[in-house]
């Protein structure tokens, strides 16, 4: 006769390869360290993973919610996933499932810890969002655009160049809002002769397309040369679409993301904080606003844009900025390597500009929108902490309500 020890059996949660797009979003969010990643594929440590539910909707492709329940003795390792294609299928009575939940010991996802560490950015839209449609094109159903414009959209040389690049899908129907993002699968097989996976990038232009009333849209894409450690190496899917030309096709996959939506609603005010390239789904609100305020058919809001760069030649967009009415939106930027000026960055603004934040932060018309690279998120954060507090705001209870009503959102990466 089996031990109650013998059939005990877990829900393991588990990555599905086919759909995910190896972003790093689940790592990154993962409060207790249980996902990790090797080359082939994005998995998760059944030993660690306590069933918080954190990763979940950060997700874009939803590849993360994923279960199976199978015997605590034949859990899925890490080297059985790392070498997936496929999910599994699910296990049938005969693996001793059934047996095992009647015995009542399927043990239930854990509660999620409570964490000083844990993400205060919204899973949830804000309330007046439009509907976002996602997946409607996979990896292995994918979409083919044309490109219709490519351009360099800073001053900056070859090794800091930033192209503006416009997809078209002709009559195919492919829906986007501002803050969603698409996949793009670059051409060719990898070392193990597969298929690369698909590279997520933010659209930056409106949902009526970047050429109103066509089925188009843009991207923000900075051509990568080095790693994070100023090691010379050539992105495969930045250098491909920063060298593509006018009538050239890609593969699409998408689009994904259901939460980095901005506000419909008349009147909600909207602060942007961005870099470099995190600038793409600022511009697409921008110009969403922009376009609603020239047709007379919404009463906006305030628009504040902190947008941080190392010199005013790698910033995408620099010229365009100039051009936007002053009562329009309220621009603020910051160069960390600019010659002869002290560093300056996104979070020195945020503090330069605390009367007006504090203002906004109280204020439940206002979203707040933090997109670039991983390491400016924790700055930031501390830096809006800050103006709270100084104001007189208890950032906990604030932080907490800024999280519920879908007004902080944070795309990092």
């Not at 990643?37 to 492709?61: F, L, R, W």
Request: charged share 20%; hydrophobic share 35%.
């Amino acid at each position: 006769m089996e031990t109650v020890e013998a059939l005990a059996v877990i829900r393991q949660h588990l990555i599905d390869p086919e759909i995910c797009i190896r972003c790093n979003t689940c790592e990154a969010t993962c409060p207790v360290g249980a996902i990790t990643h090797d080359d082939q594929n994005y998995v998760v440590k059944a030993e660690v993973c306590n069933g918080c539910m954190d990763c979940i909707s950060p997700c874009p492709t939803g590849s993360i919610d994923n279960w199976r329940t199978v015997p605590v003795a034949r859990a899925y390792s890490l080297e059985e996933q790392f070498g997936w294609e496929v999910l599994p299928p699910e296990l049938d009575e005969a693996a001793g499932v059934q047996g095992a939940e009647t015995a009542g010991v399927v043990a239930p996802p854990a509660a999620a810890p409570e964490s000083a560490s844990a993400s205060v950015g919204a899973q949830l839209p804000p309330w007046s969002a439009a509907h976002a449609y996602t997946n409607l094109y996979s990896a292995k159903k994918p979409l083919t655009a044309t490109v219709t414009g490519n351009i360099n959209c800073t001053e900056a040389g070859f090794d800091s160049e930033t192209h503006h690049i416009v997809l078209d899908f002709g009559t195919l129907p492919f829906p986007v809002l501002e803050g969603q993002s698409i996949g793009i699968v670059p051409p060719g097989t990898d070392a193990l002769g597969k298929t690369h996976h698909a590279r997520q990038y933010s659209v930056s232009s409106a949902r009526n397309g970047e050429r109103p009333g066509y089925n188009n849209l843009s991207l923000t894409v900075k051509r990568v040369t080095q790693d994070p450690q100023g090691q010379a190496v050539r992105g495969l899917a930045s250098n491909y679409l920063c060298e593509l030309e006018v009538g050239d096709t890609v593969t699409v996959v998408g689009p994904f993301g259901s939460s980095f939506l901005m506000p419909n609603h008349p009147k909600s005010n909207i602060v942007m904080i961005c870099t470099g390239t995190g600038s793409a789904p600022m511009r697409a609100m921008t110009e969403w606003r922009r376009r609603l305020r020239k047709s007379e058919k919404f009463e906006g809001g305030k628009l504040m844009l902190f947008f941080g760069a190392r010199t005013p030649q790698e910033l995408p967009y620099f010229g365009p900025l100039q051009s936007l009415p002053k009562d329009f939106i309220d621009i603020n930027l910051a160069f960390s390597r600019k010659p002869e000026q002290p560093r300056r960055y996104v979070q020195d603004l945020l503090r330069e500009r605390a009367a007006d934040l504090a203002q906004m932060l109280g204020d439940g018309q206002t979203c707040f929108y933090v997109c670039g690279l991983k390491s400016m998120e924790e700055g930031v954060i501390l830096a809006l902490r800050d103006v709270a507090q100084e104001a007189g705001l208890d950032w906990g209870t604030l932080a907490a309500r800024l999280k519920n009503e879908g007004r902080l959102h944070l795309e990092t990466y």
